[in-house]
């Protein structure tokens, strides 16, 4: 009699250690759901890994499209220099002229929010910079005005939108400035005005025959969309000569704005 009793003992074992042996009983059930809730928790603690990791994934990829948007515009000013006798364009969407540029996306950072908007750069600037800086930035975008009729306007029929600063642009270095402040190879600070045209293509090159070792640092075009302002991160440009940085918003202060 005690030895009848034990095969209904056995089968909870057998059925822990092969489930489908025993289909359609009670606790085969209460398995399969312990199973899904397991299983539940894993893709739960994976998504909570993995989309993160996604994300900033992401992030750096338009980070890259935008770097290499950068290399292409310094590419493009780089070889206008060339043709013309050491001048800049005067705008950065003056490329697509008849220049090096016949893609108008190159000019949109893929995290500016206005780049669907085809508007003008200076609504970007309005909105995403906030430090005291902020007309020295505004006017070193594509589409304000005013500028040096010799330079004539930035191309706004080709390029619908420019996310980017260019500080070699054409509009008007603000008068209210004076010149710029430049400490020169002995250490000494010097002040470098703009020529007649007043632009600040005309400062810029000025602050590069003071300072020619300069030609690699000083940027040439900025993208502020991959940072915090309010957090003071680096930004993101491009030097005369082509070499990517970051860099604060005030590089030659090494400050921002008033900080
Ligand atoms: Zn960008």
Redesign the pocket.
């Known amino acids: 009699m005690t030895h009848l009793a034990a095969p209904s003992a056995d089968p909870p074992r057998r059925i822990r250690r092969s489930p489908l042996a025993r289909p359609a009983a009670g606790s085969r059930r209460t398995f399969t759901l312990i199973e899904l809730l397991i299983v539940i928790a894993i893709i739960a603690i994976l998504a909570g890994i993995l989309v993160p990791a996604l994300h900033s994934a992401k992030k750096k990829a ?2 890259s499209l ?1 770097l290499s ?1 950068l290399r292409q515009l310094g590419q493009g000013c780089r070889m206008y220099q060339d043709a013309y006798d050491e001048f800049y364009p005067g705008w950065l969407s003056s490329l697509a002229n008849d220049y090096t540029i016949s893609d108008p996306k190159l000019f949109v ?4 929010p206005d780049k669907e908007n085809n508007k003008w750069g200076v609504r970007s600037a309005n909105r995403h910079v906030n430090s005291p800086d902020f007309d020295s930035v505004k006017c070193t975008f594509d589409g304000y005005a005013p500028y040096h009729k010799a330079w004539g306007p930035p191309n706004t029929e080709d390029v619908k939108h420019v ?1 980017y600063i260019y500080e070699f642009c054409a509009g008007f270095w603000p008068s209210s400035w004076g010149g710029d402040s430049v400490a020169d190879d002995g250490g000494n600070s010097r002040t470098v005005q703009p020529d007649s045209t007043g632009t600040w293509q005309s400062v810029k090159r000025a602050v590069l025959s003071v300072r020619q070792d300069w030609i690699d640092k000083i940027p040439m075009i900025r ?1 502020f ?2 940072a915090d302002i309010q957090r003071m991160d680096p930004i ?1 440009n491009i030097s005369t000569q082509g070499n990517v940085y970051l860099s604060k918003s005030q590089w030659q202060k090494g400050t921002w704005g008033g900080q």
């Open positions: 338009r980070q935008c948007n950072c893929p995290e500016d996310s993208c969309w991959h993101m």
